[in-house]
């Protein structure tokens, strides 16, 4: 399984960016793609989650109701709109997928990681 990210970069607090994730390879349902994040000097944390045979979705509390994760079947990509960014959501953004849809806030439930992408939030 590969997964490449994009869509990282500088942004006024405010500010929305969206982030893609897109997966190619090996395929398994079910699964669960996730977003994860990691600041200088913090554990990675994790941010978004989408079940990959379902519609399932799971956000960590400082995102609900501005961060939304979707998928575009088609193209075997997942999304990351993120909206009303804030300095605090400056990180690495990561995108994971794993077998299995238990657990999927814990980072060490995922063998498959995306190259991060950074995500700045200025004040």
């Known amino acids: 399984v590969q997964l490449q990210a994009s869509g990282g970069g500088v942004v006024q607090a405010g500010g929305s960016l969206r982030l893609s994730c897109a997966a190619s390879?090996?395929?398994?349902?079910?699964?669960?793609i996730s977003w994860f994040r990691q600041s200088p000097g913090k554990e990675r944390e994790f941010v978004a989650a989408?079940?990959?045979?379902?519609?399932?979705?799971d956000y960590m509390d400082s995102v609900k109701g501005r961060f939304t994760i979707s998928r575009h079947n088609a193209e075997n990509t997942v999304d990351l709109q993120m909206n009303s960014l804030k300095p605090e959501d400056t990180a690495v953004y990561y995108c994971a997928i794993r077998e299995g849809v238990t657990r999927w806030r814990a980072p060490q439930q995922y063998p498959w990681w995306g190259p991060g992408t950074l995500v700045t939030v200025s004040s």
């Open positions: 390879g090996r395929t398994f349902t079910p699964a669960v």
């Open positions: 989408l079940t990959w045979g379902g519609n399932g979705k």
